[in-house]
């Protein structure tokens, strides 16, 4: 079974930018969907941003317009640039892969927006 695993986070300034990246330890195109998922303190785990195998994106309007989502197949790896950072962008990262059978998460990475 293929693998993720993210990396990426850090400490950042609000204003800032950071780069997540999550690396498949197989083919990310077994994938019907990957995505990105935080989970603040407390708070239920929400969708960021998704993308099909065939390329469709969606965001969560939190994000849009300074979050990307991209992907490398050569390289097996999913990116999600994120821009002017705020600080309740601050959350635990999961990339996530779904396939017609099963969903697999990373581990997480953690982003701390501060002030």
């Known amino acids: 079974q293929v693998q993720l695993v993210e990396s990426g986070g850090g400490l950042v300034q609000a204003g800032g930018s950071l780069r997540l990246s999550c690396a498949a330890t197989?083919?990310?195109?077994?994938?019907?969907?990957m995505g990105w998922y935080r989970q603040a303190p407390g708070k239920q785990r929400d969708l960021v941003a998704t993308?099909?195998?065939?390329?469709?994106?969606n965001y969560a309007d939190s994000v849009k317009g300074r979050f990307t989502i991209s992907r490398d197949f050569a390289k097996n790896t999913v990116y999600l640039q994120m821009n002017s950072l705020k600080l309740e962008d601050t959350a635990v990262y999961y990339c996530?892969?779904?396939?017609?059978?099963?969903?697999?998460w990373g581990q997480g990475t953690q982003v701390t927006v501060s002030s």
């Open positions: 996530r892969g779904v396939t017609s059978t099963h969903s697999t």
């Open positions: 197989g083919s990310i195109f077994s994938f019907n969907v």
């Open positions: 993308i099909s195998r065939g390329g469709t994106i």
